[in-house]
Protein backbone atom coordinates (compact mmCIF):
# COMPACT_ATOMS: atom_id res chain seq x y z
CA UNK A 1 0.00 0.00 0.00
CA UNK A 2 1.49 3.28 -1.19
CA UNK A 3 0.84 6.23 1.13
CA UNK A 4 -1.94 4.53 2.67
CA UNK A 5 -1.32 2.62 6.53
CA UNK A 6 -4.82 1.53 7.71
CA UNK A 7 -4.49 -2.05 6.88
CA UNK A 8 -7.05 -3.48 9.32
CA UNK A 9 -10.30 -2.33 7.31
CA UNK A 10 -8.70 -3.60 4.18
CA UNK A 11 -7.78 -6.77 5.45
CA UNK A 12 -11.38 -7.23 6.74
CA UNK A 13 -13.13 -6.67 3.19
CA UNK A 14 -10.45 -8.76 1.78
CA UNK A 15 -10.92 -11.60 4.45
CA UNK A 16 -14.99 -11.53 2.93
CA UNK A 17 -14.26 -10.71 -0.78
CA UNK A 18 -12.06 -13.79 -1.45
CA UNK A 19 -13.60 -15.78 1.62
CA UNK A 20 -10.44 -16.27 3.04
CA UNK A 21 -7.90 -14.81 6.10
CA UNK A 22 -4.67 -16.04 4.60
CA UNK A 23 -3.92 -12.80 3.78
CA UNK A 24 -0.62 -10.82 3.95
CA UNK A 25 0.55 -7.26 3.88
CA UNK A 26 4.46 -6.86 2.20
CA UNK A 27 6.56 -4.17 3.48
CA UNK A 28 7.88 -3.63 0.21
CA UNK A 29 6.99 -3.92 -3.61
CA UNK A 30 7.44 -7.64 -5.56
CA UNK A 31 6.06 -9.44 -8.12
CA UNK A 32 7.33 -12.87 -7.76
CA UNK A 33 3.99 -14.25 -5.84
CA UNK A 34 2.17 -16.94 -6.56
CA UNK A 35 -1.73 -16.00 -6.50
CA UNK A 36 -3.38 -12.70 -6.12
CA UNK A 37 -1.38 -9.56 -5.27
CA UNK A 38 -3.50 -6.26 -4.78
CA UNK A 39 -1.58 -2.88 -5.09
CA UNK A 40 -2.97 -0.08 -3.41
CA UNK A 41 -1.97 3.55 -4.57
CA UNK A 42 -3.42 6.92 -3.05
CA UNK A 43 -2.00 9.72 -4.31
CA UNK A 44 -3.45 13.25 -3.15
CA UNK A 45 -7.24 12.83 -3.96
CA UNK A 46 -6.97 9.88 -6.04
CA UNK A 47 -7.11 5.94 -5.47
CA UNK A 48 -5.67 3.45 -7.67
CA UNK A 49 -6.31 -0.41 -7.08
CA UNK A 50 -4.72 -2.89 -9.08
CA UNK A 51 -4.80 -7.10 -8.85
CA UNK A 52 -2.31 -9.03 -10.12
CA UNK A 53 -2.53 -12.78 -10.46
CA UNK A 54 0.71 -15.10 -10.88
CA UNK A 55 2.11 -11.80 -11.52
CA UNK A 56 -0.05 -10.87 -14.27
CA UNK A 57 -2.23 -7.56 -14.21
CA UNK A 58 -6.04 -8.75 -14.68
CA UNK A 59 -7.43 -5.90 -12.90
CA UNK A 60 -7.62 -2.23 -12.05
CA UNK A 61 -9.47 0.69 -11.10
CA UNK A 62 -9.14 4.13 -9.96
CA UNK A 63 -11.27 6.59 -7.96
CA UNK A 64 -10.58 9.51 -9.92
CA UNK A 65 -11.67 12.27 -7.22
CA UNK A 66 -12.22 11.62 -3.58
CA UNK A 67 -14.05 14.37 -2.64
CA UNK A 68 -16.73 13.46 -4.84
CA UNK A 69 -17.62 10.73 -2.08
CA UNK A 70 -20.96 11.55 -1.41
CA UNK A 71 -21.14 9.78 2.08
CA UNK A 72 -21.65 13.60 4.21
CA UNK A 73 -18.57 13.06 6.16
CA UNK A 74 -14.85 14.81 6.20
CA UNK A 75 -12.55 13.80 3.62
CA UNK A 76 -10.23 11.32 6.16
CA UNK A 77 -13.34 9.24 6.27
CA UNK A 78 -14.17 9.50 2.35
CA UNK A 79 -10.31 7.98 1.67
CA UNK A 80 -10.98 4.97 3.74
CA UNK A 81 -14.18 4.41 1.57
CA UNK A 82 -12.55 5.51 -1.51
CA UNK A 83 -9.71 3.15 -0.68
CA UNK A 84 -12.41 -0.39 -0.36
CA UNK A 85 -14.76 0.67 -2.89
CA UNK A 86 -11.35 0.96 -5.28
CA UNK A 87 -10.25 -2.60 -4.51
CA UNK A 88 -13.95 -3.69 -4.32
CA UNK A 89 -15.16 -2.78 -8.09
CA UNK A 90 -11.00 -3.67 -9.23
CA UNK A 91 -11.84 -7.38 -7.68
CA UNK A 92 -15.71 -7.04 -9.25
CA UNK A 93 -14.68 -7.11 -13.18
CA UNK A 94 -12.51 -10.54 -12.58
CA UNK A 95 -14.62 -12.20 -9.73
CA UNK A 96 -18.34 -13.44 -9.13
CA UNK A 97 -18.67 -11.05 -6.06
CA UNK A 98 -21.71 -12.31 -3.36
CA UNK A 99 -21.05 -9.68 -1.26
CA UNK A 100 -24.72 -8.14 -0.59
CA UNK A 101 -23.15 -5.77 2.46
CA UNK A 102 -20.86 -3.79 -0.34
CA UNK A 103 -17.67 -2.47 1.59
CA UNK A 104 -19.38 -2.04 4.94
CA UNK A 105 -17.68 -5.13 7.48
CA UNK A 106 -18.57 -3.85 10.51
CA UNK A 107 -20.84 -5.33 13.40
CA UNK A 108 -23.53 -2.01 13.59
CA UNK A 109 -23.99 -0.95 9.67
CA UNK A 110 -27.24 0.77 11.19
CA UNK A 111 -24.82 3.25 12.57
CA UNK A 112 -23.91 4.66 9.21
CA UNK A 113 -28.13 5.30 7.94
CA UNK A 114 -28.05 6.88 12.14
CA UNK A 115 -25.62 8.84 11.44
CA UNK A 116 -27.21 10.41 8.10
CA UNK A 117 -30.07 10.67 9.47
CA UNK A 118 -28.89 13.01 12.13
CA UNK A 119 -27.65 15.23 9.42
CA UNK A 120 -31.37 15.16 8.41
CA UNK A 121 -30.81 13.21 4.88
CA UNK A 122 -34.51 11.70 4.17
CA UNK A 123 -34.67 8.02 3.26
CA UNK A 124 -34.24 7.97 -0.41
CA UNK A 125 -31.06 10.27 -0.35
CA UNK A 126 -29.97 7.56 2.04
CA UNK A 127 -30.61 4.89 0.11
CA UNK A 128 -28.59 6.35 -3.15
CA UNK A 129 -25.66 6.82 -0.42
CA UNK A 130 -25.69 3.24 0.70
CA UNK A 131 -26.30 1.74 -2.61
CA UNK A 132 -23.76 4.28 -4.33
CA UNK A 133 -20.91 4.67 -2.51
CA UNK A 134 -20.84 1.48 -0.05
CA UNK A 135 -21.96 -0.37 -2.51
CA UNK A 136 -24.96 -2.25 -0.78
CA UNK A 137 -27.87 -4.66 -2.54
CA UNK A 138 -30.38 -2.35 -2.21
CA UNK A 139 -32.41 -4.77 -0.04
CA UNK A 140 -29.70 -4.35 1.92
CA UNK A 141 -29.97 -0.60 1.66
CA UNK A 142 -34.11 -0.81 2.07
CA UNK A 143 -33.63 -3.22 5.51
CA UNK A 144 -31.42 -0.47 7.03
CA UNK A 145 -33.86 2.22 6.34
CA UNK A 146 -36.98 0.06 7.68
CA UNK A 147 -34.89 -0.72 10.93
CA UNK A 148 -33.63 2.06 12.05
CA UNK A 149 -37.26 4.23 11.01
CA UNK A 150 -39.17 1.88 13.87
CA UNK A 151 -35.64 2.81 16.27
CA UNK A 152 -36.40 6.69 16.21
CA UNK A 153 -38.68 6.66 18.72
CA UNK A 154 -36.43 4.66 21.33
CA UNK A 155 -33.79 6.49 20.05
CA UNK A 156 -33.95 10.20 19.65
CA UNK A 157 -34.19 12.80 21.11
CA UNK A 158 -30.74 11.76 23.11
CA UNK A 159 -30.21 12.39 26.62
CA UNK A 160 -26.95 11.92 27.74
CA UNK A 161 -27.81 11.81 31.11
CA UNK A 162 -30.15 8.18 29.97
CA UNK A 163 -28.20 4.53 30.75
CA UNK A 164 -28.77 0.89 30.66
CA UNK A 165 -28.09 -1.87 33.04
CA UNK A 166 -26.50 -5.24 31.85
CA UNK A 167 -26.05 -7.95 34.45
CA UNK A 168 -23.86 -11.05 33.70
CA UNK A 169 -24.69 -14.55 34.96
CA UNK A 170 -22.23 -16.45 33.06
CA UNK A 171 -23.05 -20.00 34.70
CA UNK A 172 -24.96 -22.71 31.94
CA UNK A 173 -25.78 -26.22 32.37
CA UNK A 174 -23.60 -27.47 29.50
CA UNK A 175 -21.89 -25.49 26.60
CA UNK A 176 -23.70 -25.63 23.50
CA UNK A 177 -21.30 -26.35 20.23
CA UNK A 178 -21.28 -22.83 18.58
CA UNK A 179 -20.87 -21.29 21.98
CA UNK A 180 -18.24 -18.27 22.38
CA UNK A 181 -19.51 -16.54 25.55
CA UNK A 182 -18.08 -16.33 28.61
CA UNK A 183 -19.71 -19.12 30.59
CA UNK A 184 -19.14 -21.40 32.64
CA UNK A 185 -20.71 -25.56 33.84
CA UNK A 186 -22.81 -24.83 36.82
CA UNK A 187 -21.55 -28.94 36.99
CA UNK A 188 -17.65 -27.85 36.90
CA UNK A 189 -17.96 -23.96 39.05
CA UNK A 190 -21.58 -24.96 40.91
CA UNK A 191 -19.75 -23.89 43.91
CA UNK A 192 -18.62 -20.68 42.92
CA UNK A 193 -22.41 -19.67 42.10
CA UNK A 194 -23.25 -18.52 45.98
CA UNK A 195 -19.58 -16.58 46.12
CA UNK A 196 -20.46 -15.12 42.48
CA UNK A 197 -23.72 -13.69 43.86
CA UNK A 198 -22.41 -12.32 46.78
CA UNK A 199 -19.99 -10.68 44.59
CA UNK A 200 -22.39 -9.31 42.24
CA UNK A 201 -24.75 -8.02 44.87
CA UNK A 202 -21.67 -6.22 46.30
CA UNK A 203 -21.27 -4.25 42.56
CA UNK A 204 -24.75 -3.77 42.41
CA UNK A 205 -24.50 -1.86 45.41
CA UNK A 206 -21.54 0.30 44.56
CA UNK A 207 -22.36 0.95 40.86
CA UNK A 208 -26.49 1.67 42.17
CA UNK A 209 -25.12 4.43 44.61
CA UNK A 210 -22.48 5.95 42.18
CA UNK A 211 -25.23 6.25 39.13
CA UNK A 212 -27.83 7.73 41.56
CA UNK A 213 -28.39 10.83 39.91
CA UNK A 214 -28.71 9.35 36.37
CA UNK A 215 -31.94 8.27 34.51
CA UNK A 216 -32.09 3.87 33.94
CA UNK A 217 -34.26 3.26 31.08
CA UNK A 218 -33.98 -0.55 30.68
CA UNK A 219 -32.31 -3.23 32.61
CA UNK A 220 -31.23 -6.98 31.11
CA UNK A 221 -29.87 -9.76 32.76
CA UNK A 222 -27.93 -11.87 30.53
CA UNK A 223 -25.32 -14.44 30.59
CA UNK A 224 -24.73 -17.44 30.27
CA UNK A 225 -27.69 -18.78 31.51
CA UNK A 226 -29.56 -16.95 34.36
CA UNK A 227 -32.09 -19.30 35.05
CA UNK A 228 -28.72 -22.11 35.73
CA UNK A 229 -28.46 -20.69 38.92
CA UNK A 230 -30.81 -21.56 42.01
CA UNK A 231 -34.03 -20.02 42.03
CA UNK A 232 -32.92 -18.27 45.13
CA UNK A 233 -29.69 -16.12 44.25
CA UNK A 234 -31.24 -15.06 40.68
CA UNK A 235 -34.36 -13.40 43.02
CA UNK A 236 -31.09 -11.83 45.44
CA UNK A 237 -29.91 -10.81 42.72
CA UNK A 238 -32.99 -9.49 41.06
CA UNK A 239 -34.01 -7.68 44.18
CA UNK A 240 -30.94 -6.26 44.65
CA UNK A 241 -31.27 -4.06 41.63
CA UNK A 242 -34.13 -2.75 42.84
CA UNK A 243 -32.84 -1.90 46.38
CA UNK A 244 -29.75 -0.49 45.16
CA UNK A 245 -30.84 1.56 41.69
CA UNK A 246 -33.64 3.91 40.93
CA UNK A 247 -35.95 2.01 38.92
CA UNK A 248 -38.83 4.87 38.88
CA UNK A 249 -38.05 5.62 34.74
CA UNK A 250 -37.77 2.30 33.69
CA UNK A 251 -38.79 1.39 30.19
CA UNK A 252 -38.41 -2.56 30.20
CA UNK A 253 -36.42 -5.27 32.33
CA UNK A 254 -35.47 -8.46 30.88
CA UNK A 255 -34.11 -11.84 31.99
CA UNK A 256 -32.71 -14.04 29.50
CA UNK A 257 -34.25 -17.53 30.24
CA UNK A 258 -32.46 -19.36 27.58
CA UNK A 259 -32.30 -22.67 27.60
CA UNK A 260 -35.66 -24.73 28.35
CA UNK A 261 -34.00 -27.26 30.45
CA UNK A 262 -33.22 -24.68 33.15
CA UNK A 263 -36.89 -23.10 33.41
CA UNK A 264 -40.07 -24.50 35.11
CA UNK A 265 -43.19 -23.09 36.56
CA UNK A 266 -41.43 -21.99 39.73
CA UNK A 267 -38.94 -20.17 37.65
CA UNK A 268 -41.38 -18.53 35.87
CA UNK A 269 -43.75 -17.14 38.86
CA UNK A 270 -40.53 -15.88 40.51
CA UNK A 271 -39.67 -14.04 37.34
CA UNK A 272 -43.17 -12.52 37.08
CA UNK A 273 -43.91 -12.13 41.01
CA UNK A 274 -40.51 -9.56 40.57
CA UNK A 275 -42.09 -7.83 38.11
CA UNK A 276 -40.15 -8.86 35.33
CA UNK A 277 -41.77 -7.61 32.24
CA UNK A 278 -39.82 -9.48 29.62
CA UNK A 279 -38.19 -12.77 28.84
CA UNK A 280 -36.40 -14.80 26.46
CA UNK A 281 -36.85 -18.75 25.90
CA UNK A 282 -33.96 -19.66 23.39
CA UNK A 283 -34.86 -22.92 21.54
CA UNK A 284 -32.40 -21.91 18.55
CA UNK A 285 -34.10 -24.96 16.79
CA UNK A 286 -37.24 -27.05 16.78
CA UNK A 287 -36.05 -30.02 15.49
CA UNK A 288 -34.80 -32.71 18.14
CA UNK A 289 -31.86 -34.47 16.20
CA UNK A 290 -30.43 -30.65 15.81
CA UNK A 291 -30.91 -29.77 19.46
CA UNK A 292 -29.43 -33.42 20.61
CA UNK A 293 -26.30 -32.51 18.01
CA UNK A 294 -25.71 -28.94 19.68
CA UNK A 295 -25.59 -30.51 23.39
CA UNK A 296 -29.02 -29.28 24.67
CA UNK A 297 -30.52 -32.06 26.86
CA UNK A 298 -34.53 -30.77 26.13
CA UNK A 299 -36.93 -31.61 23.06
CA UNK A 300 -38.90 -29.47 20.93
CA UNK A 301 -42.47 -30.69 22.94
CA UNK A 302 -40.28 -29.29 26.08
CA UNK A 303 -39.99 -26.22 24.60
CA UNK A 304 -43.82 -25.95 23.69
CA UNK A 305 -44.74 -26.64 27.06
CA UNK A 306 -42.44 -24.34 29.15
CA UNK A 307 -43.53 -21.46 26.46
CA UNK A 308 -47.02 -21.58 26.84
CA UNK A 309 -46.63 -22.21 30.78
CA UNK A 310 -44.75 -18.44 30.29
CA UNK A 311 -47.34 -17.06 27.83
CA UNK A 312 -50.28 -18.50 30.88
CA UNK A 313 -48.52 -16.61 33.66
CA UNK A 314 -48.53 -13.70 31.51
CA UNK A 315 -45.43 -11.66 30.63
CA UNK A 316 -45.78 -8.26 29.01
CA UNK A 317 -43.15 -9.67 25.97
CA UNK A 318 -41.93 -13.22 25.52
CA UNK A 319 -38.90 -13.55 22.71
CA UNK A 320 -37.83 -16.70 21.11
CA UNK A 321 -33.88 -17.00 19.38
CA UNK A 322 -33.65 -19.07 16.46
CA UNK A 323 -30.28 -19.94 14.23
CA UNK A 324 -30.31 -20.44 11.01
CA UNK A 325 -27.35 -22.61 9.23
CA UNK A 326 -26.81 -24.83 12.04
CA UNK A 327 -25.08 -28.22 11.43
CA UNK A 328 -27.27 -30.80 8.92
CA UNK A 329 -30.33 -28.60 8.95
CA UNK A 330 -32.24 -27.58 5.60
CA UNK A 331 -34.82 -25.31 4.16
CA UNK A 332 -36.98 -28.34 5.01
CA UNK A 333 -35.97 -27.85 8.90
CA UNK A 334 -36.54 -24.16 9.26
CA UNK A 335 -39.79 -24.43 7.91
CA UNK A 336 -41.00 -27.06 10.30
CA UNK A 337 -38.83 -24.68 12.99
CA UNK A 338 -41.18 -21.38 11.57
CA UNK A 339 -44.31 -23.39 11.40
CA UNK A 340 -43.87 -24.46 15.64
CA UNK A 341 -43.06 -21.04 16.40
CA UNK A 342 -46.20 -19.82 14.00
CA UNK A 343 -48.26 -21.69 16.15
CA UNK A 344 -46.82 -20.57 19.65
CA UNK A 345 -46.98 -16.86 18.79
CA UNK A 346 -44.23 -14.85 20.52
CA UNK A 347 -44.02 -11.44 20.88
CA UNK A 348 -40.04 -11.16 19.52
CA UNK A 349 -38.09 -13.32 17.13
CA UNK A 350 -34.23 -13.13 17.37
CA UNK A 351 -33.06 -14.64 14.34
CA UNK A 352 -29.29 -15.50 13.97
CA UNK A 353 -27.08 -16.80 11.43
CA UNK A 354 -24.54 -19.59 12.55
CA UNK A 355 -21.46 -17.90 13.42
CA UNK A 356 -18.68 -20.40 13.92
CA UNK A 357 -15.85 -18.80 16.80
CA UNK A 358 -12.60 -19.61 16.95
CA UNK A 359 -13.31 -19.93 20.65
CA UNK A 360 -16.35 -22.55 20.32
CA UNK A 361 -16.51 -26.31 20.07
CA UNK A 362 -17.91 -26.27 16.65
CA UNK A 363 -14.58 -24.39 15.35
CA UNK A 364 -12.62 -26.68 17.05
CA UNK A 365 -13.96 -29.94 15.42
CA UNK A 366 -15.53 -28.22 12.22
CA UNK A 367 -14.90 -31.62 10.19
CA UNK A 368 -17.26 -33.55 12.43
CA UNK A 369 -20.34 -30.96 11.02
CA UNK A 370 -22.11 -30.71 8.08
CA UNK A 371 -22.44 -26.76 7.12
CA UNK A 372 -24.80 -25.61 4.54
CA UNK A 373 -23.68 -23.30 1.44
CA UNK A 374 -24.29 -19.41 1.29
CA UNK A 375 -27.09 -20.07 -1.44
CA UNK A 376 -28.83 -22.43 1.01
CA UNK A 377 -28.82 -19.98 3.90
CA UNK A 378 -30.62 -17.24 1.90
CA UNK A 379 -33.43 -19.59 1.33
CA UNK A 380 -33.45 -20.39 5.17
CA UNK A 381 -33.03 -16.38 6.14
CA UNK A 382 -35.91 -15.71 3.72
CA UNK A 383 -38.34 -18.67 4.84
CA UNK A 384 -37.78 -16.90 8.26
CA UNK A 385 -38.39 -13.30 7.09
CA UNK A 386 -41.69 -14.69 5.22
CA UNK A 387 -42.50 -16.31 8.39
CA UNK A 388 -41.84 -13.28 10.49
CA UNK A 389 -44.08 -10.91 8.14
CA UNK A 390 -46.92 -13.30 8.68
CA UNK A 391 -46.74 -13.00 12.32
CA UNK A 392 -47.24 -9.31 12.12
CA UNK A 393 -43.91 -8.95 12.90
CA UNK A 394 -40.84 -6.25 11.73
CA UNK A 395 -37.40 -5.62 11.89
CA UNK A 396 -36.19 -3.54 14.69
CA UNK A 397 -32.57 -4.33 14.95
CA UNK A 398 -29.46 -6.15 13.28
CA UNK A 399 -26.12 -6.36 13.69
CA UNK A 400 -23.40 -8.66 12.24
CA UNK A 401 -20.47 -11.09 13.35
CA UNK A 402 -17.35 -11.68 12.35
CA UNK A 403 -17.19 -15.33 11.03
CA UNK A 404 -21.02 -15.12 10.43
CA UNK A 405 -21.70 -17.71 7.54
CA UNK A 406 -22.32 -16.35 4.22
CA UNK A 407 -21.34 -12.63 5.61
CA UNK A 408 -25.11 -12.57 6.01
CA UNK A 409 -26.60 -10.84 9.35
CA UNK A 410 -28.28 -11.14 13.09
CA UNK A 411 -32.25 -9.67 12.99
CA UNK A 412 -34.68 -9.64 15.83
CA UNK A 413 -38.26 -9.28 14.55
CA UNK A 414 -41.17 -7.62 16.68
CA UNK A 415 -44.86 -7.21 16.89
CA UNK A 416 -46.20 -3.53 16.97
CA UNK A 417 -44.60 -2.00 20.44
CA UNK A 418 -42.97 -4.88 21.87
CA UNK A 419 -39.33 -4.19 20.15
CA UNK A 420 -36.78 -5.22 23.22
CA UNK A 421 -35.62 -1.86 23.84
CA UNK A 422 -32.57 -2.80 25.40
CA UNK A 423 -31.42 -4.30 22.44
CA UNK A 424 -31.71 -1.33 20.56
CA UNK A 425 -29.82 0.74 22.97
CA UNK A 426 -26.88 -1.85 23.02
CA UNK A 427 -26.41 -2.05 19.36
CA UNK A 428 -27.23 1.06 18.06
CA UNK A 429 -25.03 2.87 20.97
CA UNK A 430 -26.53 5.92 21.16
CA UNK A 431 -26.97 5.52 24.82
CA UNK A 432 -24.56 4.50 27.70
CA UNK A 433 -24.75 0.52 29.17
CA UNK A 434 -22.99 -0.08 32.23
CA UNK A 435 -22.18 -3.95 32.60
CA UNK A 436 -22.31 -5.89 36.17
CA UNK A 437 -20.69 -9.47 36.57
CA UNK A 438 -17.54 -11.59 35.07
CA UNK A 439 -17.20 -10.55 31.21
CA UNK A 440 -19.68 -7.85 31.39
CA UNK A 441 -18.62 -4.79 29.46
CA UNK A 442 -19.60 -0.80 30.43
CA UNK A 443 -20.01 1.41 26.67
CA UNK A 444 -19.66 5.26 27.86
CA UNK A 445 -21.44 7.14 25.46
CA UNK A 446 -20.40 10.50 24.52
CA UNK A 447 -22.93 12.55 23.16
CA UNK A 448 -20.09 15.11 21.65
CA UNK A 449 -18.81 12.57 19.57
CA UNK A 450 -21.15 10.17 19.07
CA UNK A 451 -18.18 8.02 20.27
CA UNK A 452 -18.16 4.59 22.75
CA UNK A 453 -15.60 4.25 25.13
CA UNK A 454 -15.33 0.83 26.37
CA UNK A 455 -14.29 -0.78 29.86
CA UNK A 456 -14.43 -4.91 30.71
CA UNK A 457 -14.98 -6.93 33.72
CA UNK A 458 -12.81 -9.36 34.32
CA UNK A 459 -13.76 -12.49 32.72
CA UNK A 460 -12.46 -15.19 34.65
CA UNK A 461 -14.94 -16.12 37.49
CA UNK A 462 -12.49 -16.91 40.14
CA UNK A 463 -10.49 -13.46 39.55
CA UNK A 464 -13.67 -11.44 39.82
CA UNK A 465 -14.66 -12.92 43.13
CA UNK A 466 -11.67 -12.91 44.74
CA UNK A 467 -10.90 -9.30 44.10
CA UNK A 468 -14.52 -7.62 44.05
CA UNK A 469 -13.95 -4.55 46.32
CA UNK A 470 -10.45 -3.30 44.60
CA UNK A 471 -12.01 -3.76 40.96
CA UNK A 472 -15.06 -2.04 42.03
CA UNK A 473 -12.65 0.92 43.37
CA UNK A 474 -10.68 0.81 39.95
CA UNK A 475 -13.98 0.71 38.23
CA UNK A 476 -15.66 3.67 40.34
CA UNK A 477 -12.49 6.21 39.67
CA UNK A 478 -12.49 5.62 35.60
CA UNK A 479 -16.07 5.47 35.48
CA UNK A 480 -16.08 8.65 37.97
CA UNK A 481 -13.69 10.21 35.13
CA UNK A 482 -15.60 8.86 31.89
CA UNK A 483 -19.05 9.74 32.95
CA UNK A 484 -17.43 13.42 34.20
CA UNK A 485 -16.56 13.87 30.75
CA UNK A 486 -19.01 12.62 28.77
CA UNK A 487 -22.37 12.33 30.47
Known sequence: MKNYNKSHPIYELVKVLFETSDINFLDELRFNIDGYLIILDLDSNVVNSKIYLNNDLISENNIDN???INI?????????????KSIYLALAQIKNINAPWGILTGIRPSKVVHDLREKNIDNDEIIDILTAEYLLDIKKAQLLVEITSLQKKHIYPINKDNYSLYVSIPFCPSRCVYC?????????????IDSYTNSLIEEIKELGSFMNDKILKTIYIGGGTPTAIPNENLEMIIKAIYKYFDISKILEFTVEAGRVD???????????????????????????DTL?????????????????????????????????????ENEKDIKNTMEIIKTLN??????????????????????????????????????????????????????????????????????????????????????????????????????????IHRMPNVVNLNEYVKNTQKMNREKMKALKQMLTENF
Open 262 to 288: TINKEVLEMLKRNKIDRISINPQTMND
Open 292 to 328: KLMNRSHSKEEIKEIFNQAKKIGFNSINMDLIVGLPK
Open 346 to 451: PDNLTVHTLTIKKSSKLNKELDKYEIKKENNLENMLDITREYSKGMNMRPYYMYRQKQILGNFENIGYAKKNKECIYNIFMMEERQTVIGLGAGSVSKIFDSKTNK
Open 180 to 192: SFPSYSTFKWGHF
Open 66 to 68: IEN
Open 72 to 84: KRPFDKKIGIAVK
